[in-house]
């Protein structure tokens, strides 16, 4: 009698080990699969593809938001009443959870190409979930308290919105291997037909992208206007105390050209320069006045407000992460500084020839200048002695009795508007939040002279966007960092993004086609060996099945004849030499 025995010998497979024991706990080779993956772990596949895609925005926002941090940090305070940095847990734990859901991500892609069935482990479908649902939370209160802020990502996409497009190019051409891979392993006409058609839309739809990215930077560069004013929003608040005389000294240093700041009046009618309701963050009311410490700002009389330290406050918080960097001489000063008054500011801006535009706050109801609160700035512009052609005057109301009393003041408007109602009403300037204006928008006001300046713009990027769009001047806490910019960071002709546009979709098409023969010669030529399907596996065994067996560490599978009663002694002799384990399957046949 002739028994058959197969004989199995496999080799060390560390990557595939790794790959589905990290991903469902699949470390042994008994425990992968080459089956269909359920339905069950299909419908998790899409639920990780979503929270990455979820993650991905997430993250890009929060990194595109970096120009408002301050502005998110200030929201904070007001509602919880204590200063911190509220980006940075934040950001670790989105840069934490985009950096393990994309490991997965790359983990089932790897799963996908290989043929192996997915099945995701349930630590990480509750770690996905938590993501997810986190992730869900966030999206919503920051729709629901900072909505505005939302704008950050069509705006900044004017800038990364080229290159973002090249990368995803990139991304979905490399993703043509698995996709042919899949379409050569199945032997099914409707789902290679399906899967093909699904992406050939999704690389269709990015050939076609650049048709609608706009951007002003893609411009002819004999256009671009001038380098917009940069002007310093409470001074320069990241190296210095903001509102303080230092601060609008630092900025000066940075080459702004004009001064903005916040304006309260005193219980005694003296304007001075407070950004909050309260003068507990900015001060050490609550050392001085402990009793005092929540009272509105302008309760205090011009007295009182000078026995505070308006410094101290940067040096202990260190809001900026900044205070490392100053000496010693400049920490003395900065702890040394007091609540500035608008006097002084107009005064430090006639001298150094600066325009100043300030925002009026109206005191509340019961206080004593709650009804003369434009005639006692205006009257503390004009004993200033600074040239009315140096102040913009922002406030709406009584601009007419302001405007015959100070003609020469600069009328600017806080509220958006169009250029002929702007003109109608005498106003010559305009002060809006960066994401007010749109690009035509932009040109629209610089036709009709109307001078436009934005705020708050901290980022190159931004600035840069906003140069080429031809604003005529920003309002910046990171003068310092804006100082650096001396030309956009990016400028190309249409003609020459073009030229790129086009040459990338054309080297993206020619690798997909390559990759899909490629890998359909494999396939037919291994299914013309004699293969069913297309199994990485036995692919890796047809191909090596000519070389020397001492050569090959791959499973095999050998028939062993023995004769009844003769025993096995020659077939252990036979593999002991080859050096192979093996099994056999003892039996006595009829």
């Given amino acids: 009698m002739v028994k058959h025995q197969p004989l199995q010998v496999y080799e060390r497979q560390l990557c595939l080990s790794c790959i589905t024991g990290i991903y469902g706990c699949r470390w042994k080779r008994y425990q992968r699969s080459h089956d269909d993956t359920t339905k069950w772990e299909l419908l998790w596949s899409v639920i990780l ?11 890009y926002f929060w990194w595109e938001a970096h120009n408002d941090y301050n502005e998110f940090n200030w929201f904070l305070y007001n509602r919880s009443g204590e200063w911190s940095d509220g980006t940075v847990p934040i950001l670790a734990t989105t840069a934490a959870g985009f950096t393990y859901v994309a490991f997965l991500m790359v983990l089932a892609l790897c799963h996908v190409a290989l043929g192996q069935q997915l099945n995701l482990h349930w630590l990480h479908k509750i770690g996905v979930a938590a993501a997810l649902l986190t992730t869900t939370v966030g999206v919503i209160s920051v729709n629901q308290t900072w909505g505005e ?42 789902f290679q037909v399906v899967v093909v058609l699904l992406y050939l839309s999704l690389l269709l739809g990015l050939y076609m992208a650049p ?61 001075f320069l407070m950004h909050d309701d309260t003068l507990r963050r900015t001060t050490d009311v609550e050392k001085v006045f402990p009793d005092r410490r929540m009272e509105d700002a302008s309760s205090f009389n011009w007295t009182d407000l000078q026995q505070l330290s308006a410094g101290r406050w940067f040096l202990k918080e260190d809001p900026f992460w ?17 609540v500035c008054s608008l006097e002084q500011l107009l005064k430090l801006a006639s001298y150094h020839n600066s325009t100043v535009v300030f925002r009026l706050r109206r005191p509340p109801p019961t206080h004593p200048c709650y009804h003369s ?39 600017t408007s806080a509220r958006k508007d169009s250029p002929q109602g702007l003109q109608q009403h005498g106003v010559s300037r305009l002060l809006l939040r960066y994401n007010q204006a749109s690009t035509q928008e932009i040109r629209n006001f610089s036709q009709s002279n109307v001078n436009l300046t934005l705020y708050t713009i901290n980022e190159p990027w931004l600035y840069s966007v906003l140069w080429c769009s031809g604003v005529s001047s920003v309002s910046s806490e990171a003068s310092h960092i804006l100082r650096k910019v001396p030309y956009p960071i990016w400028l190309m002709r249409p003609d ?5 546009w086009v040459s990338m979709d054309l080297i993206s098409f020619a690798v997909v086609i390559g990759i899909f023969i490629f890998q359909n010669y494999h396939m037919i030529r291994y299914r013309m060996s004699g293969m069913r399907s297309y199994n990485p596996e ?22 062993i004849f023995s004769e009844v009663g003769n025993g096995v002694g020659g077939a252990d002799e036979l593999y002991e030499d080859n050096g192979y384990d093996y099994y056999a399957n003892h039996g006595i046949g009829p």
Wanted: net charge neutral; proline share 6%; aromatic share 8%.
């Fill in 49 to 59: 593809l979503f929270t990455f895609c979820l993650l991905l925005v997430w993250f």
């Fill in 322 to 338: 900044m205070v490392r960097t100053l000496s010693p001489r400049e920490k003395e000063l900065i702890a040394n500084q007091s």
């Fill in 373 to 411: 609160w434009i005639n006692d700035t205006l009257q503390a512009v004009l004993q200033s002695g600074v040239p009315q052609g140096l102040v913009m005057w922002t406030p709406d109301e009584y601009r007419a009795q302001v405007r015959r009393r100070a003609p020469g003041l600069i009328q």
């Fill in 496 to 500: 020459e993004y073009c030229l790129m």
């Fill in 538 to 559: 036995q692919i890796m065994l047809s191909a090596a099945v000519t070389r020397s067996s001492r050569d090959l560490n791959v499973m095999k599978e050998k028939l």
């Fill in 211 to 271: 048709l609608c990215i706009t951007s002003p930077c893609i411009m002819d560069p004999s256009t671009l206007k001038q380098r917009p004013d940069v002007i310093g929003h409470r001074g320069a608040p990241m190296l210095a105390p903001e509102n303080t005389l230092w601060s609008f000294q630092k900025a000066l240093q940075m080459n702004v050209t004009g001064f903005e700041a916040d304006v309260s009046i005193s219980v005694d009618g003296v304007p």
């Fill in 149 to 190: 802020e939302w704008d950050v990502v069509p705006i900044s996409l004017q800038a990364t919105g080229p290159f973002l497009h090249i990368g995803a190019l990139a991304a979905v051409t490399a993703l043509s291997w698995i996709v042919a891979g899949q379409v050569a392993r199945s032997e099914k006409t409707m």
